[in-house]
């Protein structure tokens, strides 16, 4: 977009290429007196559409339209700037007109072409928004992208992967263009259609990774198993090093109950920094689950450990540090969780772990702790108020206990479930303090809707 400066200048070199040209015989005093409205009407409207008082700047430059001998750059200017407060209004019809008028001028015509863009875009109105970004790429490659975009919404997938390629080949992959590569096979409800545009995209002897990721999934979305297990096969063999390949190879082997082959393939996976995130997640999680129901490989755990904690991830802190507290190893969990509360300090699944388990290891001081840091993180989490009074009601000191869930209550009304536990909890320190008509009370309150 044309910047406020460039505008700026352009009305004062053409104010003054004009002042020059001027005969003497015409009253320069009155010219300038004119210039002078439309320069701080101008301004005015330039300055209110800044501050977002849309329908303002428009009044300004309706003022400044009705001005006398308005030049054409000034015509100009002031229908693009009439364009851009009747887009920001929603005033598509408007804005429309405005930037086609501005489009006229050479000064203003690829600015004003990304306003019509905008305008169609905003819309949904893809057939006419389509001519104008392919104008608008010619100057700049990077709306190519919108290009493939608008491609993928008219569902006209083949010329999607044809520009896909044409760029792939250009610029090599990025990761921008692999996620709208997906996204076609995505939309492509028929497989077979997805199938075919796999067949004409694939390119030389050995076809990139992802066109072998976009096949298995097309193959698994038509319930061929078989061919798709055969292409991650041949992937693999292509590219023996892929974690990528290695994440399609687990999940076949994980449900062909070919558990050896399915741990090869997941350390491949871990290996490989380019999987990341949630296919890692989502592997370590299967992992952890399959040898709790599989002691027999719980020998691999150890194997894997040094992987799992070279990529410093507190996702998998987490999981590791779950698996050890439903195992009974709570010094294990308490340490994972320890290396995940340091990566993701504000996670406060992480703090009511920690202090349930120092709990459970009779290290009440360290638990307060945790649950202390987490109420300070998060003091409307009602859970937090809850560990603090079991904290201290383990260490003797009832009143203190009470404090807290008496604080706790005013925040339970998203949480009905703790506010049982509060009420609950309540109703056992009365009891201990000999206080039976309170804890009874207490009680009753900690039952409500138990059945629900």
């Known amino acids: 977009m044309r910047s406020i400066v460039y505008i700026f200048l352009v009305i004062g070199l053409n104010s003054a290429g004009l002042a020059s040209q001027t005969p003497t015989s015409v009253d320069t005093t009155s010219y300038r007196s004119a210039q002078k409205i439309f320069d701080n009407l101008f301004f005015e409207a330039i300055k209110q559409r800044g501050i977002e008082n849309h329908n303002l700047a428009i009044k300004a430059i309706d003022q400044a339209q009705e001005l006398p001998q308005l030049t054409a750059e000034q015509q100009t200017a002031l229908a693009f700037e009439r364009g851009k407060n009747n887009l920001a209004l929603g005033q598509y019809h408007q804005a429309e007109e405005a930037f086609l008028f501005a489009t006229k001028s050479q000064d203003y015509k690829r600015a004003a072409q990304e306003g019509l863009y905008s305008v169609y875009h905003e819309q949904g109105d893809y057939g006419r928004a389509l001519p104008v970004v392919k104008k608008l790429a010619r100057g700049d490659a990077e ?176 999981l590791l540090g779950q698996y050890f507290a439903v195992k009974g190893g709570g010094t294990q969990a308490i340490e994972f969780l320890q290396r995940a509360q340091k990566i993701d300090p504000n996670n406060h699944n992480i703090y009511t772990q920690l202090a349930a388990l120092n709990y459970q290891q009779h290290q009440y001081d360290q638990g307060i702790e945790y649950a202390e840091q987490g109420l300070n993180l998060f003091p409307a989490q009602s859970v937090f108020y809850l560990l603090m009074a079991k904290g201290y009601r383990a260490k003797g000191a009832n009143k203190q206990a009470l404090v807290y869930l008496e604080m706790g209550l005013d925040y339970v009304l998203d949480f009905e479930q703790e506010g049982r536990l509060i009420y609950q909890e309540g109703a056992a320190i009365y009891q201990e303090l000999g206080q039976s008509d309170q804890a009874a009370s207490w009680r009753k309150l900690g039952q409500i809707n138990t059945d629900e």
């Open 143 to 318: 709306y190519l992208i919108d290009v493939v975009k608008i491609h993928i919404q008219q569902r006209d997938f083949m010329l999607a992967i044809q520009l896909l390629d044409s760029l792939d080949h250009k610029w090599g992959e990025s990761p921008v263009r692999k996620v709208l590569r997906q996204e076609v096979y995505q939309n492509t409800n028929d497989a077979e259609q997805s199938l075919a545009l796999l067949q004409k995209e694939a390119k030389g002897e050995v076809p990139s990774e992802q066109h072998y990721l976009n096949k298995v999934y097309a193959l698994s979305q038509k319930n061929m198993v078989a061919e798709a297990f055969k292409t991650a096969l041949e992937w693999e063999k292509n590219y023996p090093n892929s974690g990528q390949a290695n994440l399609a190879l687990y999940k076949f082997y994980r449900d062909q109950q070919r558990h050896d082959k399915a741990l090869e393939s997941m350390n491949v996976v871990l290996l490989d920094p380019i999987v990341k995130d949630v296919s890692v997640h989502q592997v370590v999680k299967d992992y952890l689950a399959f040898i709790h129901a599989q002691p027999q490989y719980e020998w691999t755990l150890n194997r894997y450990l040094t992987e799992f904690s070279k990529r410093q991830d507190a996702e998998i802190y987490q």
